[in-house]
């Protein structure tokens, strides 16, 4: 079983950080362990908020850190 490289790659735009951007447990979906998908889907999100006229909160973590929906 192939194991996907985890990561999180940082935009200059939106992601300046002074501080660690990687959580303790190494767990997909969590900052600095996203898969490919899971930064794709960060991105599309994103473009998607940014065409409704957001325009602050966009960084990675912020995206990434929210509450299960239900």
């Known amino acids: 079983m192939a194991t996907e ?8 735009k939106y992601d300046d950080y002074d501080f660690p951007t990687t ?8 900052p600095g362990h996203l898969t490919a998908a899971q930064q794709a889907q960060v991105h599309q999100l994103r473009l998607m908020l940014e065409a409704e006229g957001y325009t602050q909160r966009l960084d990675t973590i912020t995206l990434v850190n929210h509450p299960p929906l239900t």
């Open 5 to 12: 490289k985890l990561s999180m790659e940082l935009d200059p």
């Open 23 to 30: 959580t303790a447990e190494v767990r997909p979906g969590f």
